[in-house]
């Protein structure tokens, strides 16, 4: 009955539309870049498979990128700016990133 109503493929098309927005930071550059190329490469070849394979209940991953040299302040920034927009930091990795965050959010 819902597909008379709307038509078909209607629901699932606009389920398909919306992307899931998940931020995350990366040292591709910085003391600990040898680390981070790799992660970061890793992060984004597994986004792509995701959406390759299905989605994530029909939505697409939309994946924010910031890079930030593992610099302390600069890794805080990426944070702010990410929850400011509402997005899910999904790396945030590194002690002084973590202890920053921690320090400044109380977690």
Do not use: W
């Not at 008379?4 to 550059?29: F, S």
């Not at 190329?37 to 029909?58: E, F, P, Q, T, W």
């Not at 202890?99 to 109380?106: A, P, V």
């Amino acid at each position: 009955m819902m597909a008379a109503v709307y038509g078909p493929g209607t629901l699932a098309t606009a389920a398909t539309q919306e992307p899931i927005v998940l931020g995350g930071e990366c040292d591709r550059t910085g003391p600990t870049q040898l680390f981070g190329v790799s992660l970061c490469h890793g992060v984004l070849d597994y986004i792509k498979l995701v959406n390759k394979k299905g989605r994530v209940a029909g939505r697409p991953i939309k994946y924010l990128e910031v890079e930030h040299g593992y610099e302390v302040p600069r890794a805080v920034e990426a944070y702010e700016t990410m929850k400011d927009r509402g997005r899910c930091d999904a790396s945030d990795y590194g002690t002084p990133m973590s202890m920053r965050s921690r320090e400044t959010y109380g977690r």
